[in-house]
């Protein structure tokens, strides 16, 4: 059974940096493509980026050359490095796996991030 557990949203103050992180377990980590995505108050769940099993990546309009997605698959482990950031990041960020051979999504709890301005 695969379970993600995120950890690293914090209060944060606006311009200031901040690393989420995604612990994958129950499953072959390598070859699925992982994401992180957020959801805002009174908003739709939206996607941040997204990155393959062989590293192609994919962001947001409203994230590019600010936030950065990376994967260590020795520790079954997938990155969000969170720069310049802006009031209008706060949101609950989830971390998401999609299996590569059944093309089922697997989500974590949710890691509140809050920025102040």
């Known amino acids: 059974q695969v379970q993600l557990v995120e950890s690293g949203g914090v209060l944060v103050q606006a311009g200031g940096s901040l690393r989420l992180s995604c612990a994958a377990s129950?499953?072959?980590?390598?070859?699925?493509?992982m994401g992180w995505y957020r959801q805002a108050p009174g908003k739709q769940r939206e996607l941040v980026a997204t990155?393959?099993?062989?590293?192609?990546?994919n962001y947001a309009d409203s994230v590019k050359g600010r936030f950065t997605i990376s994967r260590d698959n020795a520790k079954k482990t997938v990155y969000l490095q969170m720069n310049s950031l802006r009031s209008e990041d706060t949101a609950i960020y989830y971390c998401?796996?999609?299996?590569?051979?059944?093309?089922?999504?697997?989500w974590g709890q949710g890691t509140q991030v809050t920025v102040s301005s």
């Open positions: 129950g499953s072959i980590f390598s070859i699925n493509a």
């Open positions: 998401n796996m999609r299996d590569f051979v059944s093309r089922r999504d697997s």
């Open positions: 990155i393959t099993g062989g590293g192609s990546t």
